[in-house]
């Protein structure tokens, strides 16, 4: 095993379609303090291209204009997220495979601090946390305080307080190539990044949340946007029930039991007036929080909007998913339909 002072980190993006934020991303990896690694950018069937490139002779794209990064360049055909990441995986001279999503931007120490998480705590698989960088809009910030809050999330996704065992998410998540040659690549599935950190720990490799190494993400742009991602997050957990029998935790149900409990309360307060108490306690103490995370009355305000659209948003999804296929049993299909594809994306 290498010296963490000598590890080289392949940094792995899937892209579909966003230049802009490439660009955002690239101006954050050409400021790193720390040079030791390299960038693998591969466009998922897009239509608009993330950089100009020139095709040389041996067949291969060609970057100009960022002389000073080590830049790997990729396009093909639109197969999903989770296969652009298996392909950039084969195509990657690293040590250790670092994703993130298009829509980051890293801060100038990451790969510093990332290195000296290695040389304090050296695992096979890491995962860091997320914040909201000041350049982004209101609502992004918004979105990023329900994602992280413990009222809304219970903490799970990267936090220092958490309700279940920290699972790496692929906005931020990293693994050794030892990882990758025994457990293979990422299923073409959502909540993909569960999925393989969950198949990272039974084959017993060590994990662990690295809470300096983070990014800024920037998530949905707007609240619709925001939730018909959660939704898709809420079906995806029952899903993964059903690949990973007893891996459901108490806190995944916590958004479900709110969209049935918070709704039924407020019908209940139509007869009994009292119990409008506790809604409204729940939403003070969600403003408060929310209050003193972001500083700003207009912040926190839409941070409640966007914090009932996750939890509703994922609790539906949840509810849908749990009636149809674990009460009706129609979620065999599409579970057999998963574990073909797991030997077609585990590695390419």
């Not at 963490?4 to 955002?24: G, K, T």
């Not at 350049?135 to 009222?151: E, G, R, V």
């Not at 662990?208 to 939704?231: E, I």
């Amino acid at each position: 095993m290498k010296n963490p002072d000598d590890v080289l980190f392949s940094i792995i993006v899937p892209v579909y379609n966003r230049p802009d934020e490439v660009a955002d991303l690239i101006t954050s990896l050409e400021q790193q303090t720390d040079s030791g690694f390299e960038t693998v950018i591969v466009e998922d069937g897009s239509t608009i291209p993330s950089l100009e490139a020139t095709v040389t002779t041996d067949g291969t794209l060609s970057v100009a204009g960022h002389d000073g990064l080590r830049l790997k360049y990729y396009k093909k055909e639109n197969e999903g997220r989770s296969i652009a990441r298996n392909y950039g995986m084969v195509r990657a001279d690293g040590d250790y495979f670092i994703f993130v999503d298009s829509d980051c931007i890293l801060p100038p120490d990451y790969i510093a601090r990332l290195r000296e998480s290695l040389r304090q705590n050296r695992v096979d698989c890491f995962g860091g946390p997320d914040a909201a960088h000041e350049s982004f809009t209101p609502t992004q910030k918004a979105i990023n305080f329900a994602m992280t809050a413990f009222l809304t999330t219970g903490g799970i996704r990267g936090g220092k307080v958490s309700m279940e065992k920290f699972t790496p998410r692929t906005f931020n998540m990293g693994f050794s190539r030892e990882v990758y040659d025994k457990v293979g690549g990422f299923r073409e599935m959502f909540s993909e990044d569960i999925d393989m950190s969950t198949r990272i720990r039974l084959a017993g490799f060590s994990i662990a949340l690295y809470p300096d190494v983070y990014v800024y993400h920037k998530r949905r742009g707007n609240l619709r946007k925001f939730w018909r991602q959660v939704h898709v997050f809420g079906m995806s957990r029952i899903t993964l029930q059903l690949l990973y029998p007893g891996s459901m935790k108490l806190v995944h149900w916590l958004p479900a039991v709110f969209t049935i409990g918070f709704t039924g309360i407020l019908i209940a307060s139509i007869f009994v007036h009292w119990l409008l108490i506790l809604p409204v306690l729940y939403v003070l103490a969600l403003w408060l929080s929310a209050l003193i995370s972001l500083r700003s009355l207009r912040l926190s305000l839409l941070a409640v909007a966007a914090s009932f659209t996750q939890l509703y948003g994922y609790g539906t999804g949840f509810i849908k998913a749990y009636f149809n296929k674990i009460l009706l049993r129609k979620g065999r299909d599409e579970n057999e339909e998963i574990e073909i594809r797991k030997g077609k994306n585990e590695k390419l």
